[in-house]
């Protein structure tokens, strides 16, 4: 089955950290932009965190640099997001998607889109950071 895969979400307490996981079934990443993307109880989406392998390009949204890394792990086709020092504001569910890297550049992925948009878009796994 051709998906995307998100894991690692769970309860955590202000100034804790959690590792997401995006792992992508039935094609390979090395040539799309990926990106992760969260939305909070009545807020819109937002776009985190976007790299292209290809050119190893990255982009951070303001809020989460210096405290969030996204990485890549080609042999098993997955992507994380590494969150330190989380905070009671970032709770949300966050999604990876994933867009043909030919057609995009790492800021433009970070724009949310609609779902359909992306190539591949994943079922979300919740974030929740509370004491």
């Known amino acids: 089955q051709v998906q995307l895969v998100e894991s690692g979400g769970g309860l955590v307490q202000p100034g804790g950290s959690l590792r997401l996981s995006c792992a992508a079934s039935?094609?390979?990443?090395?040539?799309?932009?990926i990106g992760w993307f969260r939305q909070a109880p009545g807020k819109e989406l937002e776009g985190v965190s976007c790299?292209?392998?290809?050119?190893?390009?990255?982009y951070y949204a303001d809020s989460v640099k210096g405290r969030f890394t996204i990485s890549r792990d080609g042999a098993k086709n997955t992507v994380f997001l590494q969150m330190n020092s989380l905070i009671p504001e970032e709770t949300a569910v966050y999604y990876c998607?994933?867009?043909?890297?030919?057609?995009?550049?790492?800021?433009?992925?970070?724009?949310?889109?609609?779902?359909?948009?992306?190539?591949?878009w994943g079922q979300g796994t919740q974030v929740t950071v509370s004491s």
């Open positions: 998607a994933a867009r043909r890297s030919m057609v995009t550049t790492v800021q433009a992925m970070c724009v949310p889109k609609r779902p359909s948009e992306y190539d591949y």
């Open positions: 790299h292209i392998s290809s050119d190893r390009s990255t």
């Open positions: 039935g094609f390979s990443l090395d040539n799309y932009a």
